[in-house]
């Protein structure tokens, strides 16, 4: 008798999987699904005010740009050149400067961190500077606890220096070549075009990845994913169905962060509507099945929490270019990278928003998307069968 509820078990399962595909059916369990959505206030949460949340965080709160950097100008020497070259470092709009007389007064500035480095303008400085020798003309000490900050101190305070020596040399002839740096893509180098776009993907990785683990394992955990999976309905037909008004959510939050970026953060878009849009519901693929496979795997809130964390949203922030040079990683970790979708929507996104269409650049990008979704679409739907079972 066993083996017999066995074999029947095992005849529905393989006469659900060869169901044929039912539209109508299909709509029902997306009706039921989106009205599921819409009543969550958590999935609405997550969805719509999240993205706008961490948009201005990374606009406003997250700069690369080094600007208005505080340093101190210790004084020492009361001559007029030296006064000069003071001046000089007051005069420019990248660095905050503060002046003091003795070098005490802002070390203790610096070790405090409030300072991020000192010039010292030396006592004989006159002397120095009437030799034209080797010797420097100041010194300068900067905060090693924050390197990237330290050597922008040190090039540019020498920077200064160079220009205000060179600006005392009259007898000099003038330069018949004047090289003017111009940057593409980016012109006034400002972070947040950059740290933008790359924003937006880790919205995207949130929506798509987090918030379908969150729900999907809800049902599991209250018992409701096994009604639904002993309906009539297909394996193919509860995935979609599952998952396709959050693929639209997703796609309204792509919507909603571009206008942000473009009218209220001043991020170009000089690429295309559609071609954004293409990256972005391709991109979704990805994010989608993961989330999925997460919580066929876990089926309980809290664990598919902590595994989306630490498999999408970390990796997402971490290892997608979005902040880190990926070419400047170890080669293991370059290799990691491969394997995380958001490595290639991030360098498509900065692509559509800063350079425009290049379609050299997103067709490779997106054939590595849509592969790496299908992997995770087909380990999804094994596990969400196995369930079944």
Same mark, same amino acid.
Do not use: C
């Given at each position: 008798?066993?083996?017999?509820?066995? +074999?029947?078990?095992?005849?529905?399962?393989?006469?659900?999987?060869?169901?044929?595909?039912?539209?109508?059916?299909?709509?029902?369990?997306?009706?039921?699904?989106?009205?599921?959505?819409?009543?969550?206030?958590?999935?609405?949460?997550?969805?719509?005010?999240?993205?706008?949340? !961490?948009?201005?965080?990374?606009?406003?709160?997250?700069?690369?740009?080094?600007?208005?950097?505080?340093?101190?100008?210790?004084?020492?020497?009361?001559?007029?050149?030296?006064?000069?070259?003071? *001046?000089?470092?007051?005069?420019?709009? =990248?660095?905050?400067? +503060?002046? #003091?007389?003795?070098?005490?007064?802002?070390?203790?500035?610096?070790?405090?961190?409030? !300072?991020?480095?000192?010039?010292?303008?030396?006592?004989?400085?006159?002397?120095?500077?009437? $030799?034209?020798?080797?010797?420097?003309?100041?010194?300068?000490?900067?905060?090693?606890?924050?390197?990237?900050?330290? /050597?922008?101190?040190? /090039?540019?305070?020498?920077?200064?220096?160079?220009?205000?020596?060179?600006?005392?040399?009259?007898? #000099?002839?003038?330069?018949?070549?004047?090289?003017?740096?111009?940057?593409?893509?980016?012109?006034?180098?400002?972070?947040?075009?950059?740290?933008?776009?790359?924003?937006? *993907?880790?919205?995207?990785?949130?929506?798509?990845?987090?918030?379908?683990?969150?729900?999907?394992?809800?049902?599991?955990?209250?018992?409701?994913?096994?009604?639904?999976?002993?309906?009539?309905?297909?394996?193919?037909?509860?995935?979609?169905?599952? !998952?396709?008004?959050?693929?639209?959510?997703?796609?309204?939050?792509? &919507?909603?962060?571009? *206008?942000?970026?473009?009218?209220?953060?001043?991020?170009?878009?000089?690429?295309?509507?559609?071609?954004?849009?293409?990256?972005?519901?391709?991109?979704?693929?990805?994010?989608?099945?993961?989330?999925?496979?997460?919580?066929?795997?876990?089926?309980?809130? =809290? &664990?598919?929490? $902590?595994?989306?964390?630490?498999?999408?949203?970390?990796?997402? =922030?971490?290892?997608?270019? =979005?902040?880190?040079?990926?070419?400047?990683?170890?080669?293991?970790?370059?290799?990691?990278?491969?394997?995380?979708?958001?490595?290639?929507?991030?360098?498509?996104?900065?692509?559509?928003?800063?350079?425009?269409?290049?379609?050299?650049?997103?067709?490779?990008?997106?054939?590595?998307?849509?592969?790496?979704?299908?992997?995770?679409?087909?380990? *999804?739907?094994?596990?969400?069968?196995?369930?079944?079972?």
């Amino acid at each position: 008798m066993n083996g017999t509820t066995k +074999h029947k078990g095992g005849s529905g399962l393989l006469q659900t999987d060869l169901r044929r595909f039912d539209l109508r059916r299909l709509m029902a369990l997306i009706t039921k699904e989106s009205h599921q959505a819409l009543r969550d206030p958590s999935t609405l949460l997550i969805a719509l005010v999240l993205p706008v949340v !961490l948009l201005l965080l990374f606009a406003y709160a997250v700069s690369l740009d080094a600007k208005d950097v505080r340093i101190g100008v210790v004084l020492e020497s009361p001559g007029a050149s030296a006064q000069s070259l003071a *001046a000089a470092f007051s005069g420019t709009r =990248f660095l905050n400067t +503060h002046f #003091a007389y003795d070098r005490r007064d802002v070390a203790d500035q610096l070790v405090s961190g409030d !300072l991020r480095g000192y010039v010292v303008i030396p006592q004989d400085f006159e002397q120095r500077l009437a $030799q034209r020798g080797n010797e420097p003309l100041v010194q300068i000490i900067t905060d090693g606890s924050y390197p990237n900050t330290a /050597n922008y101190v040190e /090039n540019y305070a020498r920077g200064v220096v160079q220009s205000w020596r060179a600006g005392l040399d009259v007898a #000099a002839p003038a330069q018949s070549i004047v090289l003017v740096p111009r940057y593409w893509f980016n012109p006034e180098l400002e972070s947040r075009r950059a740290l933008i776009p790359g924003a937006i *993907a880790i919205v995207m990785t949130i929506i798509g990845t987090m918030l379908t683990a969150l729900v999907v394992a809800r049902e599991w955990e209250r018992g409701t994913m096994e009604a639904v999976l002993s309906t009539p309905a297909s394996v193919a037909e509860i995935l979609i169905g599952k !998952l396709l008004p959050y693929f639209v959510l997703g796609m309204l939050s792509t &919507l909603g962060a571009t *206008a942000l970026a473009v009218f209220v953060f001043d991020v170009p878009l000089r690429g295309s509507l559609a071609a954004l849009l293409l990256l972005s519901g391709v991109f979704m693929v990805p994010a989608l099945g993961q989330g999925l496979l997460i919580s066929s795997l876990a089926r309980n809130q =809290f &664990l598919a929490a $902590q595994i989306a964390l630490f498999s999408g949203f970390l990796p997402s =922030f971490m290892l997608s270019g =979005f902040l880190y040079e990926i070419d400047a990683m170890p080669a293991p970790i370059r290799a990691i990278t491969l394997l995380i979708p958001a490595r290639y929507f991030v360098e498509s996104l900065k692509t559509v928003f800063l350079a425009g269409d290049i379609w050299a650049v997103f067709i490779p990008n997106l054939l590595a998307m849509a592969a790496i979704g299908t992997l995770f679409f087909m380990l *999804a739907k094994r596990a969400t069968r196995k369930n079944l079972e």
